[in-house]
């Protein structure tokens, strides 16, 4: 592995699950993997599960890791090519990126969308342009269209959990919020569970609120939310804003919050939320506060799936 920015990246899915997994028995198993091997943790927009997970997991590998936070610690930094530099920017990232490349062997980077310019924040130039000129392993830990360690640890969880012998029904369903949030988490999740192929997959949202097909497609799309719950053995939740109006709240129906009388039409389903949640808008009381919610075990799960794609890119560069 040389990069993990999306799925694409990982070359056999299951097998990554299975060492997510077995770092979970023994964290510790290969401790000295990354000894005397640096980690760079970039944040252009906060972060509490994504950070601390990837800082266990780079030291449960023998790594030291160390976290700046861009335009906050140190400059801010410009991205676009031919740039006439005489606005708030200080620095650019051809600069930049390589001297980071010259510190660290490896680099996570987080970014956020704008919501203003859909073809801006689907080029996804910010971490492109990291990969493009630090020389060195970078790992997304979240993009402006993607969250693929998120993903990677919804599958080892729904994988830990589902010990039947067939495949699991899990559907994906919009949720009101307060605000216009990105389509990353839900896009991720679709290209995951698209590209495992070990599950029925619906995708419930209103009108208005279509994912873009790159990632959805094989997947199940309803807009009546009863349909896709009917029959679920999970179901995660997560609010987007519009994609073909890009960036804008549509819908904000309290009716599309899930609850435990919805949950009645499922298979006993497991619930699951990436957090941070906005607790009686996206998710009622009731559900998260029951044992159908997976959200904990879900959380603390980001360590083995981080480790699992720290050590494959360690591997790869001995």
């Given amino acids: 592995m040389k990069k993990f920015l999306s799925v694409q990246d990982a070359a056999n899915i299951q097998s990554l699950i299975e060492k997510a ?3 979970k028995a023994n964290p510790l198993l290969d401790k000295n993997l990354g000894s005397g091997k640096r980690m760079g943790l970039l944040f252009l927009n906060p972060s509490m599960r994504t950070r601390l997970s990837t800082q266990i997991a780079a030291e449960n590998l023998g790594m030291e890791s160390i976290v700046f936070n861009v335009g906050q610690d140190g400059w801010a930094l410009e991205f676009e090519e031919e740039a006439i530099m005489s606005g708030n920017t200080a620095e650019h990232v051809k600069e ?3 001297i980071l490349g010259k510190y660290f062997d490896v680099l996570g980077i987080r970014t956020f969308p704008s919501l203003k310019n859909k073809d801006e924040d689907y080029d996804e130039l910010y ?3 990291f990969v493009k000129y630090s020389g060195i392993p970078v790992i997304s830990l979240e993009s402006a269209t993607l969250h693929p360690l998120q993903s990677l640890t919804d599958l080892l969880t729904i994988t830990e959990s589902f010990k039947e012998k067939r495949k699991p029904k899990i559907a994906l369903t919009w949720a009101p919020h ?3 949030l990105p389509q ?5 999740f679709a290209q995951w569970v698209n590209a495992w192929g070990k599950a029925d997959f619906v995708i419930a949202h209103p009108e208005d609120y279509e994912l873009d097909t790159r990632f959805t497609r094989g997947a199940t799309i309803t807009h009546h939310q009863d349909e896709a719950l009917k029959g679920a053995d999970f179901v995660y939740v997560k609010n987007w804003s ?3 109006d890009y960036g804008r709240i549509y819908c904000n129906d309290p009716k599309w919050m899930l609850t435990n009388k919805k949950l009645e039409a499922s298979n006993n389903a497991k619930v699951m939320h990436c957090l941070p949640v906005r607790r ?3 998710l009622s009381d009731e559900v998260l506060d029951s044992q159908k919610s997976l959200v904990t075990q879900q959380a603390a799960n980001r360590v083995w799936a981080a480790q699992a794609v720290l050590s494959e890119i360690l591997e790869s560069r001995k």
Avoid: H
């Fill in 96 to 98: 930049a990126a390589p």
């Fill in 178 to 180: 307060v605000k216009a």
């Fill in 21 to 23: 997994l077995t770092y």
């Fill in 280 to 282: 009686n808008v996206e």
């Fill in 127 to 129: 971490i492109n342009q």
């Fill in 184 to 188: 990353c988490v839900a896009n991720s």
């Fill in 242 to 244: 519009t994609y073909s």
